[in-house]
């Protein structure tokens, strides 16, 4: 059963913040309530080495609570699904700690990461914005190809943050420059009851070592039509 949380707060070191920064926070990025998804985890394939036998086609699934909108439901990144082929060719399976603010663990950043959504009929006249929470080391290319019924690419961070904990957050052995924050798409619309969100990257890290990044959260805003401030994707 899907829970509401006080602590929206993302990698951002409270220490290092006042109390109008914080409220900022708080009515910008969170003026309605923060619904957490329960957590769901795909099988990892990385010791699948025959690329016939990956399932590519089961997916994670999220039920969506049943509630009036507007709120926010935030999955962790745990929860999406690794590219097969990927992950069968390196593998191994990133583990990370849990961050510390928001408890969420996140996913490493494959160049496709998915999810199902299971959502309520009396929900599906609603708009639907997809915001997502990233830590990566810095690379020529910053992008996701956002698909939810339809696509959009956005740049990895439209609005950077502090980085909470590098070392904690990514893999003890990073060393290059990191880049934290949030980036939101377009609202959403006509995406069907059973929608699979796929967040695909062309991401090139600068250098061959470490860890590329990790998503730490995804959420989806619903809202009604007519109070969405962008205009819907065409």
């Given at each position: 059963m899907a829970a509401t949380s006080n602590t929206p707060f993302c990698l951002v070191d409270r220490n290092t913040l006042n109390e109008k920064e914080i409220s900022n926070i708080k009515e910008t990025l969170y003026k309605y309530p923060l619904v957490l998804a329960d957590k769901v985890k795909a099988p990892t394939q990385a010791h699948i080495n025959n690329i016939?036998?990956?399932?590519?086609?089961?997916?994670?699934?999220?039920?969506?609570?049943?509630?009036?909108?507007?709120?926010?439901?935030?999955?962790?990144?745990?929860?999406?699904?690794?590219?097969?082929?990927?992950?069968?060719?390196?593998?191994?399976?990133?583990?990370?700690?849990?961050?510390?603010?928001?408890?969420?663990?996140?996913?490493?950043?494959s160049p496709t990461l998915s999810v199902k959504f299971k959502i309520p009929e009396s929900l599906r006249n609603k708009a639907v914005t997809i915001?997502?929470?990233?830590?990566?080391?810095?690379?020529?290319?910053?992008?996701?190809?956002?698909?939810?019924?339809?696509?959009?690419?956005?740049?990895?961070?439209?609005?950077?943050?502090?980085?909470?904990?590098?070392?904690?957050?990514?893999?003890?052995?990073?060393?290059?420059?990191?880049?934290?924050?949030?980036?939101?798409?377009?609202?959403?619309?006509?995406?069907?009851?059973?929608?699979?969100l796929n967040i695909t990257t062309s991401y090139e890290p600068n250098t061959i070592h470490g860890v590329r990044g990790k998503v730490l959260f995804v959420e989806l805003i619903f809202t009604d039509l007519q109070k969405t401030i962008n205009k819907p994707l065409q």
């Open positions: 016939g036998d990956l399932d590519k086609k089961h997916y994670p699934e999220i039920n969506v609570p049943e509630r009036a909108a507007p709120f926010i439901l935030r999955i962790d990144g745990v929860s999406l699904k690794q590219d097969p082929m990927d992950e069968s060719r390196r593998g191994l399976v990133y583990e990370f700690p849990v961050e510390p603010v928001t408890k969420c663990t996140g996913s490493f950043l915001r997502i929470m990233s830590i990566f080391t810095e690379g020529k290319r910053e992008d996701f190809h956002v698909e939810f019924g339809y696509a959009e690419t956005v740049p990895f961070v439209m609005e950077q943050m502090k980085v909470f904990n590098k070392f904690e957050t990514i893999k003890d052995n990073v060393v290059e420059p990191c880049k934290c924050g949030i980036t939101t798409t377009r609202p959403f619309l006509d995406y069907g009851k059973e929608p699979v």
